[in-house]
């Protein structure tokens, strides 16, 4: 497994990985689930291009996120992606635009491809959701209780998660910030078909 994920928790990290690695990206991760989709579309590209990441979880290492914007004159936004060429940006890009339509061009003009796939090495867990998941089928939560708190830890989390994971979670509600006005307009738990059978399957995928 090749490691491509470095934390930055210091402004001296930041400048120390800039330094060491000549052409790179700085991933700021958030506190929200557009992390989650964020880093998901970039794993995909990391594993065949040879693109170290520095991530900075804004939340907590802060210093290192504020020296980032005052280096690059880049506002901040989470997630966003900054790729450098000798300590320099030469693309960023944030929030729902982390897409690989706008990654596709980047990596072919600035990283280099490797010559094996990688495994992209980020730590994470599903428990959480495994938890809820059980907790409704064995008749703990009703089906609205189920919905309101599965979407919420989902809209709340922001863990470097595979492009796999996000799209598993996203099977049982979709995208809980597609829904402008609220989970008032989600409709009926059971409108996707039986909900206790595609909790079981997703269940059983994770």
Known sequence: MTPVLVPLTTPDEVETFLAEHPTAGVFKAGTCHKTMQ????????????????GFIRVVDWRPASNHVAARTGIQH????????????????V???????ER????????VPARAEAAAVEAASTTEPYKALMRAFL????????FQDQ??????DDASLRSQREFELLS??????????GGLHQLGAPQERGDLKARVQELLNEL
């Open 94 to 100: 944030d929030n729902w635009d982390i897409t690989p």
């Open 171 to 180: 099977k049982l509600f979709g995208d809980p910030d597609a829904y402008h």
């Open 103 to 110: 990654l596709e061009p980047v990596f072919e003009q600035y």
């Open 38 to 53: 964020g880093f998901g579309v970039l794993e995909t590209f990391l594993q065949d291009h040879d693109l170290p990441i």
């Open 138 to 145: 064995s008749g703990e939560l009703p089906d609205w209780a």
């Open 77 to 92: 936004q989470s997630p966003q992606l900054i790729v450098f060429k000798q300590g320099e940006p030469v693309f960023d």
């Open 150 to 155: 599965y979407i919420n830890l989902f809209r």
